[in-house]
């Protein structure tokens, strides 16, 4: 009986409480799972893609040239080309983050280090920057693909993610401009410090 507490035996357990429940026939319960097969591999192909990605990023810094990772060599070129408006964008990077990956969660594992040294490079609060890569990430989330092909799936309209993704870019965008000023404003206007750090 120890089946029952795995992932698998719940939701075979749901699966059966729901036929029961709803007096389904055979003929119902095939195109059910018919159907919600189909939505499920719609949905699932755009993970295949994401994951590797952001196990390689995570993991780069782990090499035998003693390479630095990739959010270090990113953090160091963009602190070099973009220099003090970087605050500006570093919601942007997390929202993007959330696009790629489709995660608040990835996007916030993926880019944190990232932001980090941005703001170890520009001598301003780290915290405050990684903060403002949450912030991003959350509002990325509007447009994660996976959040998006999810939502599609379940409401009936899978094939018209297009759509959802050019009514949702405004508020994404809006959101991470704002918050991208907040930082701004809270780096060079009232020279907010690393509490952490006794900055």
Not at 68 to 97: I, K, N, R, T, W
Not at 182 to 191: D, E, I, K, S, T
């Amino acid at each position: 009986m120890e089946w029952l507490y795995l992932p698998g035996g719940i939701i075979l357990i749901a699966v059966i409480c729901t036929i029961f429940l709803h007096q389904m026939r055979a003929s119902q319960v095939k195109a059910a799972f018919a159907e919600s097969s189909k939505t499920l591999l719609g949905a699932g192909f755009v993970l295949l893609f994401t994951i590797p990605m952001v196990r390689i990023l995570i993991n780069s810094g782990v090499n035998e040239s003693d390479l630095v990772s990739m959010p270090v060599a990113m953090a160091q070129l963009v602190a070099d080309g973009v220099g003090h408006v970087y605050p500006l964008f570093a919601p942007a990077v997390g929202a993007l983050g959330a696009f790629i990956a489709g995660s608040n969660t990835v996007s916030n594992l993926m880019l944190s280090a990232f932001q980090f040294n941005v703001a170890e490079a520009l001598s301003v609060s780290t915290a405050m920057m990684v903060a403002l890569q949450a912030v991003g990430a959350a509002a990325g989330n509007m447009i994660a693909i996976h959040n998006v092909v999810a939502a599609s799936a379940t409401v009936g309209l899978l094939g018209r993610e297009g759509t959802t993704l050019r009514k949702t870019i405004l508020p994404t965008l809006y959101y991470c401009l704002f918050a991208g000023i907040v930082g701004l404003l809270a780096f060079y206007v009232f020279h907010i410090g690393d509490p952490l750090m006794g900055g």
